[in-house]
């Protein structure tokens, strides 16, 4: 099955906030503002034309304070780091989220980026998340303690080309 992967427009933007925000737990809740700056600064905003997936990702010139972000540009001088990609729970399996990082992927590396990284919770867990990660050739490369200890995330990295 082929997927279309289209830039984040105005159109999608009051469902694909209500996505974003059904899934705060493994991204975080954004207000209307907080969501369309982040979409104006990234260097990659897509989704699938029928708003069931969303890959939101920034370069290391982003203006972008996130710990994990900042994790990242303090170990590698470029990367395209994605920030969040949520898929409808009724549209999971039917590769969305494959064809937005297809299309991420292929951004980075005409940007002449080298590598894509991004975090993925291991407290709470998100096994789901892992084994779709390791799929596409993602490999970890740290971890930290957030929140008070209340949180765990893995840091992952793909190397393109």
């Known amino acids: ?3 279309t992967v289209v830039p984040i ?3 999608e933007e009051a469902g ?3 996505l974003n ?3 705060a737990r493994e991204t975080s809740m954004l207000t209307p503002e907080k969501w369309r ?3 104006a600064d990234a260097f990659s905003a897509t989704c699938v034309p029928d708003g069931a997936a969303l890959l939101i990702a920034f370069d290391e010139t982003a203006d972008y304070h996130s710990p994990n972000f900042l994790w990242f540009r303090d170990r590698y001088p470029r990367f395209v780091y994605v920030d ?3 898929v409808a729970d009724a549209h999971r399996g039917r590769g969305l989220a494959s064809a937005l990082y297809g299309d991420l992927f292929g951004k980075a590396t005409e940007a002449g980026h080298e590598v894509v990284v991004c975090e993925v919770n291991a407290i709470p867990p998100n096994p789901v ?3 779709f990660h390791a799929r596409l050739g993602f490999t970890e490369v740290g971890r930290a303690d957030l929140a008070a200890g209340e949180k765990t995330v893995r840091y992952l990295a793909r190397t393109l080309g």
Do not use: F, H, Q
Request: no cysteine.
């Open 84 to 86: 969040r990609i949520v």
């Open 9 to 11: 427009g105005e159109a």
């Open 21 to 23: 925000n059904a899934n």
């Open 1 to 3: 099955m082929s997927v």
């Open 37 to 39: 700056a982040m979409v």
């Open 129 to 131: 998340s892992d084994a």
């Open 16 to 18: 694909l906030l209500a």
